[in-house]
């Protein structure tokens, strides 16, 4: 019976933790679009996804402008993916636009599979490709079946992927296009990564996620082939073997056991598991050359002059048997990449646990491919040396260069229309001046007799203004019947009203007529000009949170403040201007 029971219990915990690893495993992108281009079919599954046919129903609206046509490959093989059955053409400049539900890193794929049909060899066509107004490919032809992958950052709640014909003579075409949002720590901007060139190593001051990615290859260091299928960000992964420089100094390295994934390292998103379950290590049974030899890949890639490409390596520790005794170093195209790695003390001191690692690299002028080797350290056991590496994917660093080139007949009208629109533009400008002109004209503003300032007259406790006249002796001192003295030139009310504009007028009373007025620092006034008799010059300040400047009729040099308590006059001067300080005004 308890046997019965134990045996119960492990199937259970069996099942337990089957469901565990298959829910962390259903990542559901945001953003998930899947068409297939000339296709007036509905849907169809490729690889467990459904792609939807841009001529039917739900498909037609990803179709944004321009002039095209589906076609039909007459002669389809039975190996090749429905998606490639069907193409869209185009002859002039054309888009999809897709609607961005969550901003960031994006996958975008575009499928091409030459064929002929009706009047089009898909072979001739030559066309350039933009995402938002930055190029992917240009000058691009194909003679062959290719899925050209992009990792983007979408920064807009709209994604358009323009195809754009080189020139009259020529077309674009597209059997599929995917895009899909990446997990939000697929490229994380740490600071750290390192720039590998041949001058040595430092840091790439850039962030890697504004980069625009462009897949080269993507490696299943020690396994097989992963399909679509088998990803969860639906990528294909193939085996090293063919980029091994030196077969015999390397050996296969296998688990059973999933990954050991933890917070802060590797996710399914990164890599799948099946990239951790597998590696080459060095082949150190035989002891030869004292276990001092390098593994070593060459991968192709087309670089130019100043061409950078991103590597990820991917590790796993599933070869040694305790903690702290692997420790290798790593080489990129000659030069110390990372030396004595120890993956014990980076992937949370736990074995098998998946970690990789970020560098770019700037190959030397004119070289054709990346090399990558790994090797004992010198930190490493005699007895105990080795080095192993589970997955690379290099991908090129597209450079944000302007959208491809427009077509001739594209062109003329792109002409047309700016010269058009240029001689509008003149024409409303012109008109905004004569109607300038007729304001001053029409309503000229008066100098103020006896300019002293220019603007407001800053006013300061001790030692004079710029303009003013006070004095040590002259200046705020308050008392028990208020502030005194405190000066400013009747030219600065001249210019906040205008010179008393009647167009200000905004009341009259016992006291005279009441103008409005803003000082050059849109402090708002009101200013009361008070009848002759009333010879007192005052300063008083009103419910409504600006302040009255009371001046006798008779132009005079200057108004004072008088009959007001220091609190009073201190809250109007601070409500009166907003965001100043009362001491601005006494320094």
């Not at 009047?119 to 240009?138: E, I, P």
């Not at 917070?263 to 080459?280: F, H, K, L, S, W």
């Not at 006070?470 to 030219?491: D, H, M, R, V």
Request: glycine share 6%; with cysteine.
């Amino acid at each position: 019976m308890d046997i019965k029971c134990l045996h119960f219990l492990s199937l259970y915990l069996n099942l337990t933790l089957s469901l565990f690893f298959i829910s962390r495993a259903a990542f559901t992108p945001q953003d998930n679009y899947l068409v297939n281009c000339g296709s007036s079919t509905s849907n169809i599954a490729i690889d467990n996804r459904i792609f939807y046919g841009d001529s039917s129903k739900n498909g037609t609206n990803y179709l944004s402008k321009g002039k095209s046509t589906s076609l039909t490959n007459p002669n389809p093989t039975s190996n090749y993916s429905v998606l490639y059955t069907t193409a869209r053409v185009f002859t002039s400049a054309s888009s999809y636009v897709f609607h961005i539900k969550k901003t960031g890193t994006h996958f975008v794929r575009l499928h091409f599979s030459p064929f002929s049909s009706q009047n089009y060899d898909l072979k001739n066509a030559n066309f350039g490709v933009s995402a938002n107004g930055f190029t992917l490919l240009g000058d691009f032809v194909t003679k062959f079946t290719i899925i050209k992958e992009f990792i983007l950052m979408v920064d807009k709640l709209e994604l358009e992927i323009l195809f754009m014909p080189v020139n009259d003579s020529s077309f674009a075409f597209v059997n599929g296009i995917e895009v899909l949002s990446a997990s939000k720590d697929f490229l994380i901007d740490a600071g750290e990564i390192a720039l590998i060139s041949p001058s040595g190593t430092r840091e790439f001051k850039q962030n890697i996620s504004l980069q625009i990615l462009e897949t080269v290859h993507r490696i299943n260091v020690g396994g097989s082939k992963i399909t679509p299928f088998n990803d969860t960000l639906w990528r294909s992964w193939v085996p090293d073997e063919d980029f091994l420089v030196l077969k015999s100094a390397a050996k296969f390295a296998r688990t059973s056991d999933p990954p050991n994934y933890q917070r802060g390292g590797a996710t399914r998103e990164i890599a799948p598991d099946n990239v951790y379950m597998t590696a080459q290590q060095m082949n150190v049974e035989n002891g030869t050359l004292n276990f001092m030899f390098n593994v070593t890949w060459d991968f192709p890639v087309r670089s130019s002059v100043d061409d950078m490409h991103f590597v990820r390596l991917h590790f796993c520790d599933i070869v040694s048997v305790s903690l702290n005794t692997l420790y290798f170093n790593v080489y990129i195209n000659g030069i110390t990449a990372y030396k004595d790695l120890d993956l014990s003390s980076l992937a949370f001191h736990l074995l098998a646990s998946p970690y990789y690692i970020d560098f770019v690299v700037k190959s030397a002028d004119n070289s054709n491919f990346i090399r990558i080797s790994i090797g004992p350290s010198q930190m490493s056991n005699s007895l105990r040396k080795n080095a192993i590496l589970n997955g690379v994917e290099i991908m090129k660093i597209v450079s944000s260069a302007p959208p491809p080139r427009k077509s001739k007949k594209n062109s003329f009208w792109i002409l047309v229309g700016s010269v058009v629109g240029g001689i509008f533009a003149l024409s409303l400008a012109i008109l905004a001046v004569l109607a300038m002109l007729k304001c001053k004209k029409r309503k000229p503003i008066p100098k103020p007799r006896h300019m002293e300032s220019a603007g407001w007259t800053p006013l300061r406790v001790y030692g004079v203004s710029t303009h003013g006249t006070l004095s040590e002796a002259t200046a705020f001192s308050p008392s028990a019947n208020g502030y005194y003295a405190l000066k400013i030139p009747f030219t600065d009310i001249q210019l906040a009203t205008n010179n008393f504009d009647k167009d200000l007028i905004i009341g009259s009373g016992g006291f005279g007529t009441v103008y409005k007025g803003v000082f050059r620092d849109n402090a708002k006034i009101q200013v009361n000009e008070r009848p002759q008799e009333l010879h007192e010059e005052t300063i008083v300040a009103s419910d409504d949170l600006t302040m009255h400047r009371v001046i006798p009729g008779a132009p005079s040099s200057s108004t004072k403040i008088k009959n007001h308590t220091a609190e009073e006059t201190v809250s109007t001067i601070i409500k009166t201007l907003p965001g100043k300080l009362v001491e601005d005004f006494y320094t």
